[in-house]
């Protein structure tokens, strides 16, 4: 005689295939929607910092990194301000953002007394000189979401998020 119901293990194994199935479907649709509204902001931001360190070692000239707001789009330009490449955003993407480079001033000490503080200064864009450093600057980027944080390293290019505001 055999009872026709499902065992607790099949019942187990059931919710397990659909909870795995609707974190692999309903989560991209319903995600944030933006590169910049998760994890990838970060490694958008490496990439195009690393892009500009990269052109400027291999091609022994200044590489300026800016971002064209109207277009969405990162672009390097050689020291002649001849196009290299750009990097956009996100396509498809309705929101528009705002990116905003800050210069870092480092403080500088003298005798173990502060010469004057650090200090952050908007500029246009980051020059990378031909052997592939910057000074060190802040990368700010702003939508109706919110806005999200990077300070870049001058000398290695490391992206560290700095602010995590909602976006």
Avoid: C, W
Wanted: net charge negative; glycine share 8%; charged share 20%.
């Amino acid at each position: 005689m055999y009872k026709k119901a499902f065992t607790l293990l099949e019942v187990f194994m059931v919710v397990s295939l659909i909870g795995a199935l609707s974190v692999l479907f309903i989560l991209p649709i319903f995600g944030s929607g933006s590169r910049l509204g998760n994890i990838k902001s970060s490694e958008l931001i490496a990439r195009v910092v690393q892009a500009a360190r990269t052109y400027a070692l291999n091609d022994g000239v200044g590489i300026g990194l800016g971002f064209d707001s109207e277009k969405q789009i990162f672009i390097l330009k050689d020291a002649f301000g001849n196009f290299v490449q750009s990097f956009p955003m996100d396509e498809g993407y309705e929101s528009s953002h705002e990116v905003y480079f800050h210069r870092i001033a480092p403080e500088l000490e003298l005798n173990g007394a502060p010469v004057y503080a650090s200090e952050e200064r908007e500029i246009d864009s980051i020059f990378f000189s031909a052997i592939g450093v910057s000074a060190p600057f802040r990368v700010s980027v702003q939508s109706e979401n919110g806005e999200k944080s990077f300070r870049i390293h001058g000398l290695s290019g490391q992206v560290v998020v700095e602010d995590l505001y909602h976006f």
